[in-house]
Structures are given as structure tokens and as C-alpha cells.
């Protein structure tokens, strides 16, 4: 009803269209007021994102199996250059501020085993020369792959890297260049190789 709505008042020229100079993932849903600042999208697969209202978001969207799913909330800004890498499920909550450079993967990547990742090579081969996509015969039942949530109004720092299966707790701050691998709690600031916690912010 609201899109509906919003299309009649572009029509009666009470509002202005906002204006998006390139294409759009298929499978994108997006709220009101909410604007892209050149994000892209690398998937091969018709993978599910969805942005709530009054966002600015010029993050790279890479989904590496038909599984990933992307979920931001309402008032968030993610910044140029940052990423957000998934196979099972990035879920980014209100009020959430994520700053230039950051790298969000929710999976490993690889297997720990050598063997693994020398197979993992020629499957991408193959599927290079038979010009499909390079993930197509990924086997992920060696891959460790969790979801990673990002409360409310937290904030990630410009070139952090968080890891898979991380929660960062609501009003948490994550200090520039940090790397997250464990669970950050709610209203604290966390910094380093590995990220701990240095304090905690008043709520008062």
C-alpha cells in the first residue's frame, strides 16, 4: 500500500523519484527514504536482501551459495568499500552504523584439511572452463558457516573484520582495525587482534 501510494504522489509530482544510476539485485526489498550509495552485488544465485526505511547503504553484497540471506534494519549506514560476505545468514538490526572497509563474512571459507582446499581448486577450475559459476560445485559440508547478528544501534569502526557465528551486543562500539571472533556484549567497547573489551558505555 505504501509503494502504491508513493507511485501516485511521484505521479502528481508531489514527491521526486528517487534515483538509482545502476541495477539493483532482483531479489532486493527495500524500505522508504532508504537510498544506495554504489553498492554492488556479486551472487550467482537469486539470494533474499531486505533493508528497512531511512538507510544509506554502499556496502558490497557477495552471496556464496543460494543459502546466504542479508537482513538490515531501519536507520542504518553502511559505508563504501565495506562487505558483506554470506552463506548462511547476516542479520544487521536498527540503528546500526558500519563504517568504510569493513569485511562481515559468516562463513570459513575453507576446510581446515589441505586436501579439501586442493579439491576446492580444481572444482573452481572446472567450473571456470564450463563457464559457469566458480561456486557452483563448492562442497560446504566441510566448511564451518554460522549466522552473525549485529544488534541495535551498534557501531563497527572503519577496516574491521567480523567472523562467523559473532553476535555484537546492542549499543556495542568496535574500534578501527579491530577483528571479532567472539561475542561482543551490549553496550561495551571492544578493540584488537582479537577484539576485547576495554569498558563499558553508560546507558543513563
Sequence with gaps: MKHLIKKILIKLKLIKPQKQPYELQKNLAYGNNTHFISPTFQTPYDNSIKIGDDCIIGCNFIFESNQGQITIGNRCFINNGT??????HIEIGDDVTIAWGCTIYDHNSHSLDWKE???DLYDELECINKNVSMLKNKNWNSVKS????ICDKAWIGFGCTILNGVTIGEGAVIGAQSVVREDIPPYSVAV?????????????
Excluded: D
Design 192 to 204: 584488537g587482534n582479537p577484539a576485547k573489551v576495554i569498558k563499558k558505555i553508560s546507558t543513563k
Design 83 to 88: 562487505s558483506l560476505i554470506s552463506r548462511s
Design 146 to 149: 554460522k549466522k552473525i547478528k
Design 117 to 119: 582446499r586442493q579439491k
